[in-house]
């Protein structure tokens, strides 16, 4: 009986402390299950955990008005790079984009999409305008010089090459077929990739944008 009880006297506060360790590693293992999450989500698209960061540039609107970092601060930014002219990837790019832009903006406001040329030499504000607002009269079209062009297309990574060696003017330009999504603080934290469907892209977007607000 003595021996019995001594035993439950050193078993009762042994057995609590492998309780409490064995607590302690596990919310130490969610922890660090966590952080990797935060660090590395596995959510389709996002650049995380370092997005680039765009820098100012500049360029032209379709409305001839000066359009720089300024206008990309405070929004969630869909960006395409294309050319008016171009027989395809655009248009159809473009129409995706017109119909998810139409179910997202019932649920956000801080939304814009921005088509910006990398043919700035044939797309005139005029031309930029005609196009953009074919898709949805909120769209928002840049160009300019190829220099300013070049501000944006360089800090992002985008190549694209213009097949004009001849003098004609109805030359193809191959360019990325990919659609970037920036945040409010104007860090590439996206990437849609081809071929684009609307109802993917609304959830890819939901959830990059879920992930940084909640950061």
Sequence with gaps: MIKSLSSSKFLIPAMIVLAVLAAGTGFYISLKQSQQKLKNPNIEGLFWPSPKIIQPFESVDQLGQSFGLEQ??????????????CPDICPITMSVMAETYKQLK???????????????????????????????????????????????????????????????????????????LFDPKARMVGKFSPPQETEKIINQFKNIRQFIDAQ
């Excluded at 990309?72 to 002219?85: D, E, L, M, P, V």
């Excluded at 003098?167 to 970037?180: E, P, R």
């Design 72 to 85: 990309i601060n405070n929004k969630w930014s869909f960006i395409f790079f294309g050319y008016t002219h």
């Design 106 to 180: 019932t649920e956000y406001k801080d939304l814009q999409i921005i088509f910006v040329t990398v043919d700035p030499v044939r797309d005139t504000t005029e031309k930029l305008a005609a196009y953009v607002t074919y898709f949805n009269e909120d769209f928002i079209g840049l160009g300019g010089s190829t220099e300013m062009v070049n501000s944006l297309t360089r800090q992002i990574g985008i190549a694209y090459y213009l097949n004009n060696e001849e003098t004609s003017d109805n030359y193809l330009v191959d360019h990325s077929a990919s659609i970037f």
